[in-house]
């Protein structure tokens, strides 16, 4: 069997399965949007502009995952399998700790938080509310990041995968009980998943234990050191990513409550087809550090090109996908004909970043799986000031919500020019 052969089975048994995995917070938060939005276009506008926030509170601290699975994949490939769970134990202290700050700070300042975003007056008690509730799931949130770390590092995504999916049913099954059994509304969906993420947490823990990936032991400086360095570069790079969704989030609140509603619908389903290719990504993370654990450094070469064929594969399928659901898809999501209308122009602009964020997500994946954070954290932030430069300038220039989009896609376009120009330069390995 050739190389070529080996490596596509191994990417497909490590991508199939994360597609799942990978689902854990975006997936909730789309479910939450279809059955919010049939409370009205107001509390819809709330949910995206809640939504937005915990993007930003949350994720930006998603660094945990992404320093985790190049670490204990390196140690796993090296043999060093005793190592690798005291790396998950220190890691989940520190998801803990963050999870905790983050969730008390964020109920706290939830006013002040969104009055930040801008959001419309008729959206910001149910923003207020969805925020509140929403915010005591971050430890657990945390715990699950640290988690699908850990199993990635140990070239595992199909339990990652069972357990997100437990955690999803248990969201869509409540959603409709609080939202309009209960009458809780955008609280009850808010409150949903909370339980949800929590259930997910306890199921990793113990999925976690039982396969020795961690252990009891002490916890030391000297275990908690590396990833002060590495969460620091990751915590750049994420915080700029999110840093520039969310600004677009505020500009389309901004906008009207029509505009912030679209874009919040939008702004789900590329992050929904986002897990698509952020899955070869996580193939790539797992596949280059245990590669590089072995030191074979011409295995991570025929990675790397296979993985950047597949990204525009499926990137290409993507596209045709999401101009032929145009028709349909708006009316799944909402019955507000401004909002349809709105809708349906700014699926275009999703369909055609399909193929450049396809690429962007696997170089990604490669970079981190070559523990490359530094030269990560510059050309994000890079690109991040290019595409918050443009979202500035939508306002006073008229451009609507398009308009946001269309900076959304230069800042797509300036980070794959980033990555793929560090890779000829010898930024990568």
Known sequence: MSDRSVTRAEIIRLALPALGSLAADPVVTLVDTAFVGR????????????????????????????????????LVGGGRGEEAADVARHALVIAVGLGVVVSALTAVGAPWLVGLMAAPPEAVDGAVTYLRIRAWAAPALMVIMVANGTFRGHQDTVTPLRLTLVLNLVNLVLDPVLIFGAGWGIAGAATATVIAQVTGAVLFLRAMTTRRHLVRGPVSATGLRPFVRVGWELAVRTGSLVLTFTVAARVAASLGAVAIAAHQVANQIWLLLALAVDSLAIAAQAMVSFRLGRGDTIGVGVVARSLVRWGLGVGAGLTVLVLAMIPVLPGWFSTDPEVLATLRELLVWVAVLQVPGALVFVWDGLYMGASRFGYLAVATSAASVVGLGLLALVGPAGWGVGGVWAAISVFVLARLVTLVGGQRAGRFV
């Open 39 to 74: 409370l009205g276009t107001d509390a819809l506008a709330a949910l995206g502009v809640s939504a937005a926030i915990t993007g930003l509170a949350f994720v930006a601290f998603n660094f945990l995952q992404y320093a985790v699975a190049p670490m204990v994949g390196r």
